[in-house]
């Protein structure tokens, strides 16, 4: 973080780990939050966009879940992350697991197909 500016104020890290694991609150807290996130070169929307898309494609929905919510904190509209899903589902999905609209027979675990439902689409 630059000396001029202040700290967001994120304790996702704090209320995940504790006192458990210090050095995951200070990276997840202090450097992903207070410096990575706060960085200019990309709008706080359009890295909620790029988390989404990374999350969806490596299958994290337990973080998904909360990104879903903190993109729409930061500007992400609804239906832009249905359409976000959507497109996620023809490069991080499909074919290889198709979504769980196909019959049974056809309807292997799938990320984007998770993530499709967790917005209603």
Do not use: I
Request: aromatic share 10%; glycine share 8%.
């Amino acid at each position: 973080m630059r000396d001029n500016e202040q700290a967001t104020g994120w304790s996702g890290g704090k209320n995940t780990f504790g006192d458990f694991a210090p050095g995951m609150v200070h990276y997840t807290d202090k450097v992903l939050f207070d410096e990575v996130w706060e960085r200019p070169e990309l709008s706080k929307r359009d890295r909620s966009l790029v988390t989404v898309a990374a999350l969806t494609a490596m299958g994290k929905m337990d973080q998904l879940q909360f990104h879903l919510t903190h993109a729409q904190t930061n500007g992400v509209t609804v239906e832009e992350l249905k359409e976000a899903l959507l497109h996620l589902a023809f490069y991080a999905g499909w074919p290889n697991n198709p979504p769980q609209s196909l019959s049974p027979s056809w309807r292997p675990d799938c990320n984007v197909a998770v993530a499709l439902q967790l917005v209603g689409l």
